[in-house]
């Protein structure tokens, strides 16, 4: 008799916990609990505040808000909701050349940079037609865990127009 009546609670509360643990999960998914968005992309491609439908620009932008911080203080994350070159993470979400999902390093990916135009173009001119092949990290920024590539543009079809040419 004592039997019949153990197994009756135990039922009613692995039915009741498993009750709450539905409707807590329900709660957590429809307030966006596990997933919380700080910022999202509106249907012209701005970034905006999620809370406070505050658009998004270099001067007010947190990046301890949108990247997570690695154990030695680089940014890591999809380059998505950057909103200039100087907001996007210091390791940047790409996909190897193999699928694996890692990360590059921006200083990696941009190369060095040009201090004019004339020099941008000497410098595609030089890498004409050469791909080049990059770490992928793990999102520690030290252990590589793959190979990125960037394909080589083809210089040809690049049509440089001034603003004398173009009126």
Do not use: W
């Not at 643990?21 to 012209?44: C, L, P, R, W």
């Not at 590059?104 to 060095?112: P, S």
Request: net charge negative; with cysteine; proline share 3%.
């Amino acid at each position: 008799m004592n039997k019949g009546k153990n197994t009756i609670l135990l039922t009613v509360v692995i039915l009741l916990v498993t009750i709450l643990g539905y409707f807590s999960i329900s709660y957590a998914m429809v307030h966006d609990v596990f997933f919380q968005k700080n910022y999202k992309i509106d249907e012209t491609g701005q970034l905006i505040c999620a809370k406070t439908n505050e658009i998004i620009t270099e001067e007010n932008f947190d990046p301890s808000k949108v990247y997570r911080v690695n154990e030695y203080g680089q940014t890591y994350g999809s380059s998505l909701f950057a909103v200039s070159f100087e907001t996007e993470p210091d390791l940047i979400l790409a996909k190897g050349i193999d699928g694996t999902l890692g990360y590059v390093y921006a200083t990696d990916l941009y190369g060095e940079e040009p201090k004019n135009p004339e020099e941008a173009l000497a410098m595609q001119k030089a890498n004409a037609g050469k791909d080049r092949v990059i770490p992928l990290y793990a999102s520690d920024g030290k252990t590589i865990i793959a190979e990125f590539i960037m394909y080589a543009i083809d210089i040809d079809e690049i049509n440089l127009i001034t603003a004398e040419e173009k009126h």
